[in-house]
Antibody
Framework: QVQLVQSGAEVKKPGSSVKVSCKASGDTFRSYGISWVRQASGQGLEWMGGIIPMYGTTYYAQHFRGRVTITADESTSTAYMEVTSLTSDDTAIYYC??????????????WGRGILVTVSS | IQMTQSPSSLSASVGDRVTITCRASQSISNYLNWYQQKPGKAPQLLIYAASRLQSGVPSRFSGSGSGTDFTLTINSLQPEDVASYYCQQTYSTPTFTFGPGTKVDL
């Protein structure tokens, strides 16, 4: 059973950047993808982007393209996401999720516990 | 691809049958997943490929639909089912879109 362990809460100033991590254990890191999903307080889930470590390919939601960078370190089974030019609208819980591909289907079958990122002056 | 859900919230009694609808802005075949998110917790996968029950999920949950219209049904609602429910399209894999969610209360 895979476990995704995320880094701790962050408090950032507007205009700064934040880099959060997601370490996978219990399964081969390369055999699936990692996606990042955020959720503002009282709001729904928003897919931000993802990476397939086996291929090193990254994908981003249009809304975040250019401001979000997702990377992965296979040697430590850790995925990272950096968000730049933070504003108060980026205050949210950030989840990582394992993306399993079965045939032409895909699903987020394991999730981290989430990281609260607060952007405040 | 845009996703919508209805209703945005609902209240039901223990033992009720609950139905949540998800609609895609274009045909997505059966590339549709459902997630449950309990208050203060991370989401959990309930159903994938529109109708396949994830391992460990109680059989009172079921999904149906294809094309643009999908349904999540909870037969005999239980207190532990109080949560928000989200649909997700995977037709455009490796990019994804979630629906806005449906909050279920007792």
């Amino acid at each position: 059973q895979v476990q995704l362990v995320q880094s701790g809460a962050e408090v950032k100033k507007p205009g700064s950047s934040v880099k959060v991590s997601c370490k996978a254990s219990g399964d081969t890191f390369r055999s699936y993808g990692i996606s990042w999903v955020r959720q503002a307080s009282g709001q729904g889930l928003e897919w931000m982007g993802g990476i397939i470590p086996m291929y090193g390919t990254t994908y981003y939601a249009q809304h975040f393209r250019g401001r979000v960078t997702i990377t992965a370190d296979e040697s430590t089974s850790t995925a990272y996401m950096e968000v730049t030019s933070l504003t108060s609208d980026d205050t949210a819980i950030y989840y990582c999720a394992r993306v399993v591909y079965s045939g032409s289907y895909s699903q987020f079958d394991s999730w981290g516990r989430g990281i609260l990122v607060t952007v405040s002056s | 691809i845009q996703m919508t859900q209805s209703p945005s919230s609902l209240s039901a009694s223990v033992g009720d049958r609950v139905t949540i609808t998800c609609r895609a802005s274009q045909s997505i075949s059966n590339y549709l997943n459902w997630y449950q998110q309990k208050p203060g917790k991370a989401p959990q996968l309930l159903i994938y490929a529109a109708s396949r029950l994830q391992s460990g999920v109680p059989s009172r949950f079921s999904g149906s639909g294809s094309g643009t219209d999908f349904t999540l049904t909870i037969n005999s609602l239980q207190p532990e089912d109080v949560a928000s429910y989200y649909c997700q399209q995977t037709y455009s894999t490796p990019t994804f879109t979630f629906g806005p969610g449906t909050k279920v209360d007792l």
